[in-house]
């Protein structure tokens, strides 16, 4: 079978494409789809349609389909956690970054396109939109009919596969600068002959820290999380469902077991203590 291949710097991190039954040039054709999405949601780019967004004073304000479209499914991973994974955490996010006093999450919501934010909430989407790029982009035209599509976003992955190209997934481990000089802490399997369609992502607490506080945070409390994980690897339905559940672990350990499984999903975490956390049905998918 044909295979494509692309990878590039984006988003602060890399993303890459792989593709059965095509091309590297079809491969680079998601990527550059997806830098054109994500250039509409990031809040890095003070020209970006989020931006803007967050600097409007104004209670109610309408937004384009892509920034809309990325916001509905935050509203949907809300919802899903049970309010653990927030968009309105933006203005907790850079108290963090500054080493200020830890504030919740604001308040926000959205219908159709229009985003109210009654207390003039600033939102960022962080992993979710990442997830929701990655996700988005195995249905883009020309490509849902490809037998196997797999996207990462750097280190969120949506995947399609017949089962014709097998898929060996390391998860890194996080304690040392460099993860290439230590052992993965396992491989994730998609076999020859498998079909799927689902989503892995990876968050935790290691690497991105902001006066020593890590760049994740409780809405709830504006804090840095407490469950010991330093980083969780979640697979589930979809990339979106997975990066939010991967938040819920790091943010609540072994006590976000009954939310994996309602939602269908699974994982395998580290703590801080150098022991692994295995929920039910993450077997399946090791090496």
């Known amino acids: 079978m044909i295979q494509g291949y692309a990878r590039r710097r984006s988003m ?19 990527l550059d789809r997806i830098d054109a999405w994500a250039a509409f949601i990031t809040r890095h780019d003070p020209t970006s349609e989020l931006s803007r967004l967050n600097a409007d004073a104004s209670p109610a304000v309408r937004v384009g389909p892509t920034v809309a479209r990325a916001l509905h499914a935050a509203a949907s991973m809300r919802t899903m956690t049970r309010g653990l994974v927030d968009a309105g955490v933006l203005d907790a996010r850079l108290a963090a970054e500054q080493g200020d006093a830890p504030v919740p999450a604001g ?53 399609r596969s017949d089962g014709s190209i097998p898929f060996a997934i390391q998860i890194e481990d996080p304690r040392d600068a460099d993860p290439s000089s230590l052992a993965p802490i396992t491989t994730l399997s998609l076999e020859y002959g498998m079909p799927v369609r689902l989503g892995i992502a990876t968050s935790g607490t290691y690497r991105q820290t902001w006066a020593g506080r890590p760049h994740i945070v409780d809405p709830a409390t504006g804090g840095a999380p407490e469950s010991g994980v330093v980083t969780a690897t979640v697979v589930a339905a979809d990339a979106v469902a ?25 994982a395998i975490a580290l703590t801080v203590r150098n022991t692994q956390l295995r929920f039910p049905g993450i077997e399946r998918w090791i090496a």
């Open 242 to 266: 997975a990066e939010a559940l991967a938040k819920v672990v790091v943010l609540r350990g072994a006590e976000a077991a009954p939310m994996l499984a309602s939602a269908g999903a699974t």
């Open 12 to 30: 602060g991190g890399w993303i890459s494409a792989v593709v059965g039954g095509a091309g590297d040039a079809t491969a680079a054709r998601i």
């Open 107 to 159: 308040r926000w919501s959205i219908s159709g396109d229009l985003v109210t934010r009654p207390e003039g909430t600033r939102l960022d989407l962080g992993g979710i939109g990442k997830g929701w790029l990655a996700q988005r982009a195995l249905d883009l035209p020309g490509i849902r009919d490809l037998p196997v599509v797999l996207v990462e976003c750097d280190g969120d992955i949506a995947v």
